[in-house]
């Protein structure tokens, strides 16, 4: 399993055990890929050997190991029924959010037969207009649906609320393997299962009144292509986080740096990291969560006048249940008193007031998290890879990372299937513990009196 043997590869790349940061400027530089894309295949762990170093640098040699769901554009894609034929490429654009999760549950289970055969109808008809073309999608739908369920529904409305709900059902998210909520430190559970092989994303563009959104129903595949032949300029995409989905550990950092102009972004993010290891080797022991550098992508969009950066934590073999759970555990990680004074800055200039530059309104469900080499819309700060961490010379032995393989690094619901999903059950308060503590053992007195003497069955409430 993946969780085993990316644990120790992941370890002997970063150089050891631990947290371990790079020297480096302040000001993040922007990885330049000078490789092509590539397609890399297997299921297993991909070894990719880096070509000698540059004259002037380190001349060590090894082997760059990447988990194959990084390494492979295709490794989530389901196995075709038809072998001599690739499995087709998604990308389907919806007016609204709920229309895009019911064509990508849909998608999920057919199965890419079913979505070839779509396709191929798509291509053989010449809609008149983009809503004509969602009216035909909800039709071929409803008819799947009517075949697999001996006719269950009669609308194309009726169809997609099924598809929908079917997508809140973690069991297509998951099929099986999310059982239910672990006990901080029980190890968690494993996502072994089939995730979802087309996945919504969201893209902003410019309109008659302004920029606005569609969702896309696309698989990484697709979505990947798109992001390469979109004009720089124009890319604006984002990836939506669904409920009940397993995700890594992500953060959204920003300050104001007219307000702050002694704080050092670079030390602060240093000290979040290590403070994450510690809590993460508290709270799951029994998994042995391990961070090296090579775990951690730092993604950047800082302005003259703003620090913003995205951090994704890809602990190797774990990720979290869902964004709830990630939620949870920030929430706790920034609320400890004696270690957390670092990350509260000054609000805007002038003012007293002090606020976390961790964004903790980014956990709800089906958030919008924007993606590597995007900019939001009317903006032109694009969100780049520092040269910190992952993309670090050290950890890459001065060869960055492919092009695709640092975009599948950033995207956060890219999660093994094997993967030891984490709860997060934030600590009970020493009092109330204490309170807990006295009433079992008020209760546990008075089923031993009322066994001897015949007494009456007693309720007892626990302290809200």
Avoid at 136 to 148: S, T, V
Avoid at 228 to 251: A, G, K, M, W
Wanted: aromatic share 8%; proline share 6%; charged share 20%.
């Amino acid at each position: 399993r993946w969780s085993g043997a990316a644990a120790a590869a992941a370890a002997a790349a970063g150089g050891g055990s631990g947290l371990k940061d790079v020297q480096s400027p302040c000001t993040p530089e922007t990885s330049q890929h000078a490789e092509p894309p590539g397609t890399l295949s297997g299921r297993g762990v991909t070894q990719i050997t880096v070509a000698k170093a540059t004259p002037g640098v380190s001349q060590t040699q090894s082997e760059l190991l990447l988990s194959p769901e990084v390494a492979d554009l295709s490794f989530h894609n389901p196995p075709n029924p038809q072998p001599c034929k690739p499995c087709p490429l998604i990308c389907e654009s919806f007016p609204f959010q709920k229309d895009a999760v019911a064509f990508a549950a849909w998608c999920n289970r057919a199965g890419p037969a079913a979505v070839a055969t779509l396709q191929q109808q798509c291509r053989s008809r010449n809609f008149g207009s983009f809503h004509e073309r969602q009216q035909y999608l909800q039709e071929y739908m409803r008819q799947q649906q009517q075949q697999q369920q001996g006719g269950g529904f009669r609308t194309a409305a009726e169809a997609v609320a099924a598809a929908d709900a079917a997508v809140a059902d973690s069991e297509l998210l998951l099929q099986g393997a999310a059982a239910g909520p672990a006990a901080a430190g029980s190890g968690g559970s494993s996502s072994s299962g089939k995730l979802p092989w087309v996945r919504v994303f969201t893209e902003e563009y410019a309109g008659r009144n302004g920029y606005t959104r569609r969702f896309l129903a696309a698989s990484y595949q697709a979505l990947w292509r798109r992001h390469l032949n979109t004009p720089t300029n124009r890319r604006h995409l984002y990836e939506v986080i669904q409920e009940r989905c397993p995700c890594h550990l992500y953060f959204d950092i920003e300050y104001n740096k007219l307000a702050n102009p002694t704080a050092d972004g670079d030390h602060l993010v240093n000290q979040l990291l290590a403070l994450v290891r510690d809590q993460l080797m508290r709270m799951d022991k029994q998994t042995d969560v391990t961070l090296t550098k090579g775990c951690v992508v730092e993604l950047d969009s800082s302005t003259c006048e703003k620090f913003s950066r995205h951090i994704v934590v890809r602990a190797p073999g774990c990720a979290f249940r869902d964004n709830q759970q990630v939620g949870a555990f920030v929430r706790a990680l920034t609320t400890i008193q004696e270690e957390t004074d670092f990350l509260y800055v000054a609000k805007k200039p002038g003012s007293a007031e002090r606020v976390c530059l961790v964004d903790g309104a980014v956990y709800t469900k089906n958030r919008h998290f924007r993606m590597l080499g995007s900019s939001k819309g009317g903006k032109q700060a694009l969100l780049q890879p520092t040269n910190r961490w992952a993309m670090s010379a050290a950890h890459n032995n001065d060869r960055p990372l492919q092009q695709h393989q640092l975009f599948l690094m950033s995207l956060i619901c890219n999660v093994h299937p094997d993967s030891i999903l984490l709860d997060f059950t934030p600590p009970i308060p020493a009092p109330l513990q204490q309170q807990l503590d006295q009433h079992r053992q008020q209760q546990q007195q008075q089923q031993r009196g009322s066994l001897g003497c015949g007494g009456s069955e007693v309720m007892y409430q626990y302290p809200d």
